[in-house]
């Protein structure tokens, strides 16, 4: 049994996961300006305390997925992620506090009744809802790419090397999808103005997100030249427009399932496209692959016995908890702001 591969296709899974779940909060956090706005302050306050509302209960558990892959690659494959944290330094650093001022946002923007107070713990969820999706789809980009490895796979650039265009656009096509992704889950969990104004909205940044994720996967199926790249782009592309057709039609759950299999399918196609490395080198120079990046087989062996006893846990329970917080909610369900002193 092959134990690198096995662990490879199980990072693939994880950032599977925390895009796919991650990405629907991050979505409605950074949009919670748009489609929180209301025809008044109070109206306003309301209509952000649903969409917060539909969050709330998973936000916290989906930063897990993000944790798990770290260690993961950490045991599996430390000099991938002792290469990736070296060269991604600062964009790391700049995710993790974006998502610790966004995860304060959610704990203490309720904590007084006052209009300011809240104001800038919405300031503070939406440039943090924001910031990760984009830097993410910078850095899992640039893997793809291929960065500048010495003989030592010691990262040989800076933190401008990693603003190139096809990296830039990845980022913009991660944030994108997590938007899309975002007014499908509102408009699957809610009711009313907020529900008819998410589809809306979904279908014309999900055109627009079309027209780049598209791009980007057109230019890495081309850098690679692999059928299986390719495989993978026509799923993300279809059901990126499944999801759309779906969202005009009112079919909310459809349509968050097609936005679902898009991430999964382009996170499929970046990892088709790095096998059998887990860095590109830059211009095909001194890639760091499975085996070079790999623990030994028996950490690998042991890892493998403990996600073969948590792993279902954590699913059984991740659905338990959706199941239970599973009904629509409007504004008619929200009462009023009880200042916590």
Not at 23 to 34: H, K, P, Q
Not at 135 to 151: E, H, K, M, Q, S
């Amino acid at each position: 049994m092959n134990y690198q591969l096995i662990w490879f296709a199980l990072i693939g899974v994880l950032w599977t996961a925390y895009l796919v779940l991650e990405g629907f909060d991050f979505g409605v956090g950074s949009l919670l300006s748009v489609l929180g706005k209301g025809k008044d302050a109070a109206d306003t306050e309301k209509r952000r305390r649903v969409m917060l509302t539909t969050i709330g209960p998973h936000w916290d558990g989906n930063e897990v997925w993000l944790l798990t892959a770290g260690g993961a690659t950490f045991a599996a494959f430390p000099v991938w992620y002792a290469t990736m944290f070296s060269g991604f330094y600062l964009a790391l650093f700049l995710i993790l506090m974006a998502l610790i001022v966004r995860n304060m946002g959610f704990e203490y923007r309720h904590k007084r009744d006052d209009d300011t107070w809240r104001r800038n713990w919405d300031i503070a969820i939406i440039i943090g809802s924001i910031l990760p999706p984009l830097l993410l789809g910078v850095a899992l980009t640039n893997l793809v790419r291929g960065l500048p490895l010495d003989a030592q796979a010691e990262y040989a650039g800076n933190f401008f090397t990693l603003l190139n265009p096809m990296s830039l656009l990845g980022g913009l096509v991660v944030l994108g999808l997590s938007l899309v992704h975002g007014t499908h889950f509102l408009a699957m969990k809610t009711s009313g103005e907020i529900r008819e104004q998410s589809r809306a909205l979904g279908t014309r940044v999900g055109l627009v997100t079309t027209v780049l994720a598209v791009v980007l996967l057109l230019w890495v199926g081309l850098a690679v030249g692999k059928v299986s790249v390719w495989v993978g782009i026509v799923v993300a592309a279809v059901s990126l427009l499944f999801g759309i057709f779906m969202n005009t039609k009112g079919k909310e759950g459809l349509a968050f399932i097609g936005t679902s299999v898009t991430m999964a399918a382009a996170v499929a196609t970046y990892f088709f496209a790095l096998y059998p490395n887990v860095i590109n080198g830059k211009d095909g120079k001194n890639a760091l692959s499975i085996e070079a990046a790999s623990s030994t087989e028996m950490t690998l062996k042991i890892m493998t016995g403990a996600a073969l006893v948590f792993t279902p846990i954590v699913l059984i329970y991740t659905a338990w908890s959706y199941w239970v917080f599973r009904k629509r909610i409007s504004t008619k369900n929200i009462p009023a702001a009880v200042s916590v002193h």
